[in-house]
């Protein structure tokens, strides 16, 4: 499968836990974004990488919400003290510019 | 600021209609506009773009769209549905490509039910 991979497909928590999501790009795409969408909403941009570099983080993501992409490939997305608000679809993405290419999505529930 | 608005929570249309489903935008520069569509438990799926050139462009699974300037509108059609096309369908806008990156703002989505 070439498209873009996410890790977990799901994941339960409980409040205050931290979680950890993992993002697999298209190998040739060097521009990976993050999304968050929740029930009823599109999605909302929350940060952007290009290579290894990430170049803009949206306000929605607070000092908990951290994410990396060691050497330009995959992406790893932290939230740190979830909250019940943070329960949500994460969606990843990946782009040979301009269309964006997304993955399946981790469905996190905080409880 | 960047916005688009999708007018209608949900279209319903007979399988074998043509359908429409409405989506308004608003950029400061020149847009980059953007139909993804989303079936259930599933990431976004890519169907469309405007970035420039002719108004009517066209997608996959026998979509198009057309970029109206002065009614700042892309709106997604489709000649005859299928019950297959139902599914959730978000419309998106980028304002260029500053910086070399385009950050998408998606409209809230339209859910299209054809019924058979």
């Known amino acids: 499968d070439t498209g873009v991979s996410q890790d977990p497909r799901h994941k339960i928590t409980k409040r205050g836990q931290n979680v950890t999501f993992r993002c697999d790009p298209i190998?040739?795409?060097?521009?990976l974004y993050w999304y968050r969408q929740t029930l009823g909403q599109g999605p909302e941009f929350l940060t952007y990488?290009?290579?290894?570099?990430?170049?803009?983080k949206s306000r929605l993501l607070s000092d908990r919400f951290s994410a990396e992409r060691p050497k330009g490939s995959f992406s790893t997305l932290e939230i740190q003290r979830t909250e019940q608000g943070d329960s949500a679809m994460y969606l990843c993405?990946?782009?040979?510019?301009?269309?964006?290419?997304f993955g399946p999505g981790t469905r996190l529930t905080v409880l | 600021a960047q916005s688009v608005a999708q007018p209608e929570d949900q279209v319903n249309v007979a399988e074998g209609n043509p359908l429409t489903v409405k989506c308004t935008y608003s950029v400061s520069g020149n847009p980059y506009l953007f139909w993804y569509v989303q079936y259930p438990n599933r990431g976004l799926q890519f169907l469309l773009k405007?970035?420039?050139?002719?108004?009517l462009v066209k997608g996959s699974y026998g979509f198009e769209a057309e970029f109206n300037k002065s009614q700042t509108s892309f709106h997604l059609k489709k000649p005859s549905a299928l019950v297959s096309d139902s599914a959730l369908y978000f419309c998106a806008v980028s304002e260029g490509f500053s910086g070399g990156y385009n950050k998408l703002i998606f409209g809230a989505g339209t859910r299209l039910a054809v019924h058979p």
């Open positions: 993405a990946s782009s040979l510019p301009p269309e964006q290419f």
């Open positions: 405007y970035i420039t050139g002719d108004n």
């Open positions: 990488f290009q290579n290894e570099a990430q170049l803009e």
């Open positions: 190998s040739e795409h060097n521009r």
